[in-house]
């Protein structure tokens, strides 16, 4: 049997442990000389324990003496920017989404809590905990349990060990194209649904797991959706037996991305609107109803997304980047990048945060208009249309989130045509990627600001991949097939028509090959 112990004591000094992490033996007082063995005494398993009575037992046997008690609360985010606003506060067993002042509510960590722990310390647990299948720790979001629902039982979390995605070094992009040699891409489409939005809802269908044990008004959850918060949802919620509702609106997502929450049972509303009509009417019904709202207004996703920003620094091995780029529809997101970041400095895991960069379709820009103005007027726009149909929102409900994340990171929005992004999509492609039509979105951000100069030839940059290509092969096919009216779909690459005979195959593949040649 596998030790439990999580720590070392030859990499960590001892210190005072909290609760919920088993001591490895040189942590533990003792009043005798130690047994000849250095294994802990707990009961011994049968081959049929899993790993959830595996974590029962640990905890039984986790010493709970001379430890700080991590928690976190509901506060209004107005709080975060102006502490001296306001001291309303919610447990995160409440069922609430919005201040009295109807402000979006914010996760607060006790982090001088925290703090009892220095950076090496924190740093230390979360890499020991890679790679492993320890519940819940297996998983990218809950190895950081700490700084996401610090109170939550092991055994109400809902995870499918979620996170832990491929930051790959887009080594021929970045020469051939952009004269870079530091580019990196966080693919958090490498997930159980294909995009990064399982970050978030594993912490929110725990919690709400959570609350349907405390016997809370709770009958099922709900979201409204443009594609990947509804498969997220469907997928938690049916590995909880929790039954889930999703508003989507009709003929504006990809089958790929529809067919995901009719598969995992969802009960699936298509209406006729767009995805704003849709929050609009979500919102409506979970005041009236005992469906627990799953959008990102709802901050617990947040908690679970800024695990993405702690993994890119551990990937780095601690080291920050110059830059990270991340697509923005509701703009929880580009928040949640800035939290995880900054609460590695604040904990002194790190010394600095990138700069962020937050990149909109053009035709649904509402954030980069603002940012053009100054900050000084911000209007909802009608969404139109666009390929990067999960952005496709023109009046997110995360606005203050996201800007109070770019004014305190010195950063930047840029914005991307059709055109421009289905290129950029094409030409990352062609180096052996396979993106989604909302990483060409940030892709041409990067393309614009190197081009500029903002970004530098050796300047470490991250680009955010939020989905994974295969949800949206028919824009692809589209694509190639030059098949997208008013675009000219410059780098398609479409399957030649050969006949069925040697010499045309020849022909063609020399004709090919003289091509390549040059």
Same mark, same amino acid.
């Given at each position: ?24 033996? /040189? ?25 959830? *009575? ?35 506060s919610y447990s995160l067993d ?64 809902? /995870?499918?060990? *979620? ?29 159980h649904t294909g995009s990064f ?32 918060t509804s498969a997220a949802l ?19 997502? /990809?089958?790929?991305?529809?067919? &995901? ?52 620094? &551990? ?99 840029? *914005? ?31 393309? @614009? ?32 097939? @030059? ?36």
């Amino acid at each position: 049997m596998a030790a439990f112990s999580l720590l070392s004591s030859a990499h960590i000094a001892p210190k005072p442990t909290p609760h919920f992490i088993k001591a490895s033996t /040189s942590d533990v007082p003792k009043t005798s000389p130690s047994p000849p063995s250095t294994k802990p005494q707990l009961p011994s398993l049968k081959p049929h324990h899993n790993i959830r *009575e595996e974590a029962r037992l640990h905890n039984a046997a986790t010493v709970t003496t001379n430890h700080p008690r991590f928690s976190a609360k509901y506060v209004p985010f107005t709080s975060i920017t102006d502490p001296s606003s306001s001291d309303e506060s919610y447990s995160l067993d409440e069922i609430v989404y919005r201040s009295q002042s109807g402000s979006l509510l914010d996760v607060q960590h006790d982090m001088s809590a925290l703090k009892h722990f220095d950076g090496t310390y924190w740093r230390n647990l979360f890499d020991s905990r890679v790679g492993k299948t320890t519940w819940p720790f297996g998983s990218g979001v809950w190895s950081k349990k700490e700084w996401v629902l610090p109170e939550i039982d092991d055994d109400d979390i809902i /995870s499918a060990f *979620e996170g832990n995605s491929n930051l790959f070094w887009a080594e021929r992009y970045g020469k051939d194209f952009l004269g870079m040699n530091d580019l990196w891409v966080k693919h958090c489409g490498i997930s159980h649904t294909g995009s990064f939005k399982d970050l978030g809802m594993t912490v929110l269908v725990s919690q709400v797991n959570r609350l349907r044990k405390m016997n809370k008004p709770v009958v099922g959850v709900g979201c409204a959706s443009t594609g990947d918060t509804s498969a997220a949802l469907s997928a938690y919620c049916a590995a909880a037996g929790i039954p889930s509702l999703v508003f989507l609106p009709a003929n504006r997502i /990809s089958m790929a991305q529809l067919v &995901q929450p009719i598969a995992n049972g969802a009960f699936v509303l298509s209406i006729d609107t767009d995805f704003d009509g849709c929050m609009q009417l979500i919102r409506e019904v979970t005041a009236e109803l005992p469906i627990y709202l799953a959008n990102s207004l709802n901050s617990l996703r947040l908690e679970g997304q800024k695990t993405a920003a702690i993994e890119i620094l &551990q990937q780095f091995d601690w080291e920050v980047p110059d830059w990270v780029i991340v697509p923005g529809g509701n703009l929880g997101n580009i928040y949640a990048f800035y939290k995880g970041f900054s609460m590695c400095k604040e904990l002194g895991l790190v010394d600095k945060i990138p700069r962020l960069v937050c990149t909109q379709a053009a035709n649904a820009n509402p954030l980069y208009l603002y940012f053009k103005s100054g900050w000084k007027d911000f209007q909802p726009v009608k969404a139109k249309t666009t390929f990067a149909s999960a952005i496709q929102i023109g009046d997110p409900v995360s606005i203050d989130r996201a800007v109070y994340a770019l004014k305190n990171s010195n950063g930047i929005v840029e *914005e991307a045509t059709e055109e421009e992004l289905m290129d950029a999509m094409a030409q990352a492609d062609s180096t052996g990627m396979f993106t989604c039509p909302h990483t060409g979105v940030a892709l041409t951000a990067l393309n @614009k600001l190197r081009r500029s100069g903002v970004i530098g030839p050796t300047d470490r940059t991250v680009v955010v991949s939020t989905a994974h290509g295969l949800k949206f092969t028919q824009s692809k096919i589209d694509y190639h097939s @030059k098949n997208i009216k008013d675009m000219a779909c410059r780098l398609a690459n479409p399957p030649v028509q050969v006949t069925a005979d040697f010499g045309s195959v020849m022909d063609v593949l020399k004709k090919y090959l003289l091509s390549k040649s040059h």
